[in-house]
């Protein structure tokens, strides 16, 4: 049996990831894995045992990736990792840590990928599609895509349509469309739903409309959502963002498709942990 490589993706930004990952390293290499790293961070880790190679080459030839920071760290790596069918485990030294699932004092549970000895969980994504025209850009949300104002204190106009019918129109800072996964990030700050994430659907939440009676609606996992932009704007400038990335300018004339991805993230759960058992110590019991 040839031996196992862990793709190891540092946020050398946080604080103490540095340490964090030469332990993920020795760890590894304790139970035969060879941990693998981008040729850019070679000059920060020396004489660990490491392999080093460009992102594309690790990637492909990596059993599974493991990312050391904080939630952001492992959504961003993820979504990469899934279009390469690579699973992903995070070990969490950022704030909340509500998907890096295992803490820097517990890096001895990743002995258990060796011996099959862990739940893989299959997250949904959105397929995120903005037409200019004839062109077409294509993005991909594990958690969100949000369409809102810009630094103007003005609230924007969109229409909703879902398969092609027509929803509802919407004064507003904007709206966000969530996967369950996403449905405890701004979502939840927004006053939409906690959804399990083995459940699939889409959930829409305006935020701070215009209202009385606005609400998150949840679409079913094969409905093809579709916003558009109010036809008067007053300069005011709306935006795409995707999982909290850059923040990208739509134009008058755009449309932007929102649908479920047909890949999926793969998170390897080594503790076993249950969802609701991570939401009450991650942010209920934090108020």
């Given at each position: ?178 996967t369950p996964t996403g449905s405890t990030a701004y979502n939840m700050a927004a006053g939409g739903p906690v959804i399990s994430p083995y459940v699939e659907c889409i959930t829409m939440t305006p935020i701070c409309a215009h209202s009385l009676v606005s609400r998150t609606i949840i679409f079913s996992p094969e409905d093809v959502i579709s916003v558009t932009s109010g036809k008067e704007r007053d300069g ?52």
């Amino acid at each position: 049996m040839s031996e196992l490589k862990a793709f190891l993706i540092p946020n050398l930004d946080k604080p103490n990831s540095l340490n964090c990952t030469t332990e993920v390293c020795r760890e590894l290499l304790k139970i035969g894995v060879i941990p693998c790293l981008e040729d850019d961070k070679q000059k920060h880790f020396t004489r660990i045992g490491a392999l080093f190679g460009s992102f594309d080459s690790i990637m492909r030839g990596c059993n599974f990736v493991v990312t050391i920071g904080g939630d952001g760290t492992l959504l961003h790596a993820a979504k990469k990792a899934a279009f390469y069918g690579k699973p992903v485990v995070g070990v969490n030294v950022g704030r909340l840590g509500f998907m890096s699932f295992i803490e820097p004092n517990n890096l001895s549970v990743l002995n258990r990928v060796t011996n099959g000895d862990y739940n893989t969980e299959n997250r949904m994504m959105l397929e995120i599609i903005k037409q200019s025209g004839n062109i077409e850009q294509s993005y991909y949300a594990l958690n969100d895509a949000v369409i809102s104002k810009g630094i103007k204190a003005q609230i924007i106009d969109l229409n909703v349509a879902c398969n092609d019918k027509a929803v509802s129109s919407y004064r507003a800072d904007g709206i966000i469309l969530s996967t369950p996964t996403g449905s405890t990030a701004y979502n939840m700050a927004a006053g939409g739903p906690v959804i399990s994430p083995y459940v699939e659907c889409i959930t829409m939440t305006p935020i701070c409309a215009h209202s009385l009676v606005s609400r998150t609606i949840i679409f079913s996992p094969e409905d093809v959502i579709s916003v558009t932009s109010g036809k008067e704007r007053d300069g005011c400038e709306v935006y795409l963002t995707v999982d909290g990335e850059e923040a990208i300018k739509i134009d008058i004339e755009d449309t932007i498709i929102i649908k479920k991805s047909s890949v999926y993230v793969k998170l390897l759960n080594l503790e076993y942990k249950d969802f609701f058992e991570v939401l009450n110590q991650k942010v209920l019991l934090r108020g």
